[in-house]
């Protein structure tokens, strides 16, 4: 009965510590995910435009061409646009000398934003720089929570139609009409001009001529 009751509490202590290791280790997993969590913390910009562009939730923040964001919210206001941006990690650091713009790419002209810096930045104070820290406001980099203006990129739709307002005005026939005038009175001008200089050079040989003569 004794040797029961001991394997009876001694199989309970190997399943207690087993079960307190097992939390220990969940422990230290979810400590391990808060740091991780907290060093890929990505941090967010607010955007403001003239006109949305077709940008949209979700379409995508590139910075030199690659992906580092999204476009988390669209606020209409009553003059401008304002764009919340989440940039993904606070690693993604953005210069402030850099222009931030729209563009169409892809096959279905998807709209994206794309930031392009206009300066070189040391690395020293890439490394050492968070967006969330103090110091952020006196460097050359954007911080979290930044205000910022963005501009009118490439729009296959503008191309298009500046396209087609060109070839409405080849088309108008008083355009063709203002064009022959133009070649015409350019290819007289051009006679008049040779003109002028084959007497201009007739006279010069005479006035040398006459000064040889002189001489």
Not at 5 to 18: D, E, G, H
Not at 101 to 106: D, K, L, P, R
Not at 120 to 145: G, H, R, T, Y
Request: hydrophobic letters at 45%.
């Amino acid at each position: 009965m004794k040797k029961k009751i001991k394997l009876k509490y001694s199989y309970l202590k190997t399943l207690r510590q087993k079960i307190l290791s097992f939390f220990i280790f969940l422990f230290f997993i979810f400590l391990l995910g808060l740091s991780f969590n907290k060093k890929k913390k990505g941090y967010q910009l607010f955007i403001e435009f003239n006109n949305a562009y077709g940008l949209k939730q979700g379409s995508l923040v590139n910075f030199k061409g690659m992906k580092i964001g999204f476009v988390k919210n669209v606020n209409m206001q009553l003059n401008t646009i304002v764009i919340l941006v989440q940039i993904n990690s606070s690693h993604f650091l953005i210069p402030k000398n850099s222009i931030i713009e729209t563009n169409q790419v892809g096959l279905f002209n998807d709209v994206v934003i794309d930031i392009c810096p206009l300066e070189q930045v040391s690395d020293s104070n890439f490394k050492s720089m968070n967006p969330f820290s103090k110091d952020c406001i006196k460097s050359p980099f954007l911080c979290a929570n930044f205000y910022i203006r963005g501009y009118r990129g490439l729009n296959y739709d503008d191309l298009v139609r500046a396209t087609t307002r060109i070839s409405q005005r080849f088309d108008d026939p008083r355009f063709f009409k203002l064009f022959y005038i133009f070649l015409r009175n350019g290819i007289n001008l051009s006679e008049e001009l040779l003109f002028f200089i084959n007497h201009l050079s007739f006279a010069i040989y005479l006035f040398v001529e006459w000064f040889q003569l002189l001489l």
